[in-house]
């Protein structure tokens, strides 16, 4: 193998890689979705899961609004000519919009209140946590100031995680 094909052969795993953790993710939060929606219907939601639920919501709102269009990606690639934000959210949180999800989760879990809620949101973690592994990769290499933003916050929970 050339060293051109095998840096085409790592993109190309890298991609298929990528394609997965988001399908993954998707088919995540359509199942906890769902199913918190027929909960919710049959018996309601306590004040908690409204709560999170709305704050993982406004987290969410935040974090895009704080990027410009077309600057994130779904995929865990950082997009060509893409900036590095590190205001708003991402000053405290890599990845506040994952955040955002994890919190949706949580509050569908408590709304379904069962063990696979529960191991729903704990595979969704597992999702996310791999593809913000993969994504910060790409972020070393396509912005040199990512090491020490990195360094001076946290992946998901500001000052614990």
């Not at 199942?31 to 709305?54: C, E, I, K, N, S």
């Not at 865990?76 to 708003?88: E, I, K, S, Y």
């Not at 949580?106 to 709304?111: E, F, Q, R």
Request: some cysteine; glycine content about 14%; overall charge positive.
């Amino acid at each position: 193998m050339t060293g051109g094909t095998a840096v085409t052969a790592a993109g190309g795993s890298r991609r298929v890689l990528g394609t997965a953790l988001v399908a993954l993710q998707f088919a995540l939060i359509v199942a906890l979705g769902l199913t918190a929606v027929l909960a919710f219907l049959d018996r309601g939601a306590p004040a908690g899961a409204w709560l999170l639920g709305a704050g993982g919501i406004a987290l969410g709102v935040w974090a895009v609004s704080c990027n410009r269009i077309g600057n994130f990606n779904i995929r865990p690639d950082p997009r060509p000519g893409g900036q590095l934000v590190d205001r708003g959210p991402y000053r405290w949180i890599r990845h506040p919009m994952y955040t955002a999800l994890i919190a949706c989760a949580i509050a569908c879990a408590i709304v379904i209140g069962t063990l696979w809620g529960w191991l729903g949101v704990g595979a969704l973690v597992v999702v996310l946590a791999i593809k913000a592994t993969v994504e910060e990769r790409g972020m070393l290499v396509a912005h040199p100031g990512y090491q020490s933003y990195r360094a001076r916050t946290k992946r998901f929970v500001p000052g614990i995680i």
